[in-house]
């Protein structure tokens, strides 16, 4: 059975930074993909990186470019999503999900990922 778990939320200042973990465990960790995505109140969740545990490769949307960084600890079967200036448009709740059996990102929707962590709560306050 695919486990993630998400943790390293909060409540920060605007223009702070925050890391979240992904801990994934139940399947074969590197043949698989991992993103991130998140949803606000009263918005649809929307894809916001993704790393593949083959090759590193990573994908991120537009509106998180050049603040977020995903990256991968293999030993630790952890994701982590280092998220820097952080603007109040970022709060929302964040997901880990995997995508198991494939080595690239895919288009960062919710019907490209197979199984999905509880989220943690990310809270930017202006």
């Known amino acids: 059975e695919v486990q993630l778990v998400e943790s390293g939320g909060g409540l920060v200042q605007a223009g702070g930074s925050l890391r979240l973990s992904c801990v994934a465990s139940?399947?074969?960790?590197?043949?698989?993909?991992i993103g991130w995505f998140r949803q606000a109140p009263g918005k649809t969740r929307e894809g916001v990186s993704c790393i593949s545990l083959t090759d590193g490769s990573t994908r991120y949307a537009d509106s998180v470019k050049g603040r977020f960084t995903v990256s991968n600890n293999n030993a630790k079967n952890t994701v982590y999503l280092q998220m820097n200036n952080l603007q109040p448009e970022d709060t929302a709740l964040y997901y880990c999900?995997?995508?198991?059996?494939?080595?690239?990102?895919?288009?960062?929707?919710?019907?490209?990922?197979?199984?999905w962590g509880k989220g943690t709560l990310v809270t930017v306050s202006s």
């Open positions: 999900a995997a995508s198991v059996g494939i080595t690239r990102c895919p288009v960062l929707t919710v019907p490209n990922m197979n199984d």
């Open positions: 139940g399947f074969t960790y590197a043949d698989n993909v």
